[in-house]
């Protein structure tokens, strides 16, 4: 094993970890506002896989525009998700609300199934095999768009929390919902743009990885136990932590992937979750408690 | 899901002995109807039973002692591939492999629990712990060659024998897993009953007030580990033995951990029939719309979901408790 394989593995793994990053961003947004441990995170992000599957089939719009629907669709499916079904149970025990979004997902996923057959599917570009070289180093374009993409809009959303009211009054709920609401914030509101937040992160790193990964309705499973994991790792509810956790676990995920076969790439996340668990269940980087 | 003394379960004071008589005569009934029943519904029956046995096993666990677990087929799947592999390498009868599997699978689940208890872990942080644990070795099965890898393993059949566990009929089946939900369910019943039942609901209820009054909650959380990965083990041997077949989606796998929990929490979880209830409703269920929608297999599980969604926000304490509503409002009115 040379050093070019480690390092070409660390590029990759960077590159993913980004698109983690962005899922785990809307996941940990949630958890903070509301505490809820959102299961069907990467049903949301199937649905916005096919949403840019859909606008580049039947209406030929380029995979990185869709994003134009993708954000608005799945805000609006976020909203519906939190105001009919969150929200009477959201003074319920927490797993309760774990449940809820398990039956969700398993709802969604199953939906798209009976809907669309459970095939494969592939978004083909024409930039679809364009890389870059740098020595003996390659970056796909795909993945670096992937990265790029779910970088700007992690940014956007962190802009939105630390310089706009709405973001100050997200704070607030975060930190005292109680005491929010006594400052006049509609805690009630807060919350439906929360969980339309998260849910368009997910819906955006659909479209972000959607021209070089496989569609299916399934396929938001892979992601969203990653997503626990970087959660956890960053500290539950902080965005920041989520977003240096990301780029953490696409690395462990990679390296994984360079020292033990097939699905086993995991392991080293796993392992390191476990550990965070067990040692240190705020995250590496601390929470809003 | 918490509530009040009056939910200490469906059979939770003492049987009366026209209570018995019919929990007798129904157990008695249920001896006759393989003979009645097509061969489909045989097999219906079979999935009912074993589920309520894994259900109590998640029961247990997740319902009295309240530590929710997103993960309990990792004893399912470490169940299943003990004894097969037993089976497979050193011709091991499953009667005797059950024993390892339940071994291994509680082995598993204190080391799990230890891990998890002793640093306080609890509610969504425990759920995902147990997921991850599953997914580890749900990994470690599709990837090793030595335990079938993606493939899974096929279980030789060398006709009926009663001393390996083997039957060409599915009648046998009917009767191990009728016998072990009734071991179950009586189990669960006199744990209901005992101190240590009230132990479980006062973990489950405040663990930190139990604590202070007493109960050591490690300890307690322990016990119920092990009775719970005991129980769901024997449900993945028994199943693997049923089937002749397992692969590591279908032992290991999320959604399997999703199909055991399901019941119980449908039913009414920390009840002794809940499980048992939910069984009855899903399975039948979960198998028509599998033969109905052959093409679009996910189907019963967007029902799934879509059922799950409904208890959960409708009827919080499952079946059981919308019955008893029921019929606490009919006597009311009665009176």
């Known amino acids: 094993m040379n050093l070019t394989y480690i390092v070409q593995s660390l590029l990759d793994g960077l590159l993913l970890g980004g698109v983690y990053s962005l899922v785990a961003v809307g996941l940990s947004l949630i958890f903070g506002v509301m505490k809820v441990i959102n299961f069907a995170h990467g049903a949301l992000m199937m649905l916005g896989m096919y949403c840019t599957y859909w606008a580049f089939s039947l209406l030929h719009i380029d995979p990185y525009a869709s994003i134009l629907i993708t954000i608005p669709v799945l805000f609006i499916v976020g909203v519906c998700f939190q105001k009919f079904l969150i929200n009477p149970i959201i003074d319920a025990p927490e797993h309760n609300q774990l449940l809820l979004t398990l039956g969700v997902s398993l709802f969604l996923e199953n939906l798209v199934v009976f809907l669309w057959s459970p095939d494969y599917r592939v978004v083909k570009t024409p930039y679809e095999f364009?890389?870059?070289y740098f020595g003996d180093l390659s970056i796909s374009l795909l993945r670096f768009l992937a990265f790029c993409l779910a970088m700007l809009v992690a940014f956007v959303v962190y802009l939105v929390l630390t310089k706009t009211d709405?973001?100050?009054?997200?704070r607030a709920a975060t930190e005292e919902p109680r005491g929010a609401l006594l400052m006049g914030i509609n805690v009630r509101r807060i919350y439906w743009i929360t969980f339309g937040i998260g849910a368009a992160c997910a819906g955006v790193a659909g479209t972000a990885v959607a021209p070089f990964f496989p569609v299916y309705p399934t396929v938001g499973g892979i992601f969203v136990i990653t997503a626990f994991m970087v959660v956890v790792l960053g500290g539950m509810g902080s965005v920041v932590g989520a977003f240096i956790g990301g780029l953490i676990i696409g690395v462990a995920d990679s390296m994984g992937g360079l020292f033990f076969p097939g699905a086993m790439k995991h392991l080293i996340s796993f392992i390191i979750f476990i550990l965070i668990l067990l040692f240190r269940p705020t995250g590496l980087v601390g929470s809003t408690k | 899901m918490h509530g009040n003394q009056d939910r200490?379960?469906?059979?939770?004071?003492?049987?009366?002995?026209?209570?018995?008589?019919?929990?007798g005569l129904i157990f008695i009934g249920l001896h006759f109807l393989p003979w009645t029943l097509a061969p489909q519904w045989v097999h219906i029956m079979i999935m009912i039973f074993l589920f309520t046995v894994m259900g109590q096993g998640w029961n247990i666990l997740g319902g009295y002692a309240g530590q929710f677990s997103f993960g309990h087929a990792l004893f399912f799947g470490l169940g299943a591939y003990t004894s097969t592999l037993m089976f497979i390498?050193?011709?091991l009868s499953p009667w005797i492999g059950i024993f390892f599997s339940c071994f291994i699978g509680i082995m598993m689940g204190l080391f799990v629990g230890y891990l998890s208890f002793r640093y306080g872990l609890t509610g969504p942080f425990f759920a995902l712990i147990m997921l991850a644990f599953a997914e580890i070795f749900h990994m470690i099965s599709i990837s090793w060659k030595a335990v079938g890898a993606a493939l899974g393993l096929l279980i030789p059949l060398k006709g009926t024998s009663i001393a390996l566990?083997?039957?060409?009929?599915?009648?046998?089946f009917?009767?191990?897993t009728l016998w072990m939900m009734a071991g179950a369910l009586y189990l669960i019943w006199r744990i209901e009953k005992s101190r240590m039942g009230l132990y479980f609901l006062a973990v489950r209820e405040d663990s930190d007030a139990a604590e202070a009054l007493g109960v050591n909650t490690f300890r307690y959380k322990m016990i119920a580990m092990t009775i719970s990965a005991g129980l769901t083990s024997i449900g993945g041997t028994i199943y693997a033995?049923?089937?002749?077949?397992?692969?590591?989606?279908?032992?290991?796998?999320?959604?399997?951990?999703v199909e055991i929990m399901i019941r119980p929490i449908i039913g009414g979880p920390g009840t002794v029939l809940g499980p048992l209830l939910g069984s009855l409703v899903l399975t039948p269920l979960a198998e028509f719309t599998r033969l109905a929608f052959q093409s679009y297999s996910g189907v019963y599980l967007m029902i799934y979901g879509m059922i799950l969604v409904a208890v959960?926000?409708?009827l919080p304490d499952g079946l059981i408790g919308f019955a008893k509503a029921i019929i606490h409002k009919i006597r009311r009115e009665a009176r």
């Open chain 2, 174 to 176: 009917y009767f191990i």
């Open chain 1, 130 to 132: 364009v890389y870059f």
């Open chain 2, 89 to 91: 390498h050193w011709g």
């Open chain 2, 8 to 23: 200490q379960g469906y059979l939770g004071r003492a049987l009366n002995w026209k209570k018995g008589l019919i929990v």
């Open chain 2, 165 to 172: 566990m083997q039957f060409v009929d599915k009648k046998p």
């Open chain 1, 166 to 170: 709405l973001g100050k009054a997200i």
């Open chain 2, 312 to 314: 959960i926000i409708f």
């Open chain 2, 241 to 257: 033995q049923y089937l002749l077949y397992i692969d590591p989606d279908m032992t290991f796998g999320v959604l399997n951990s």
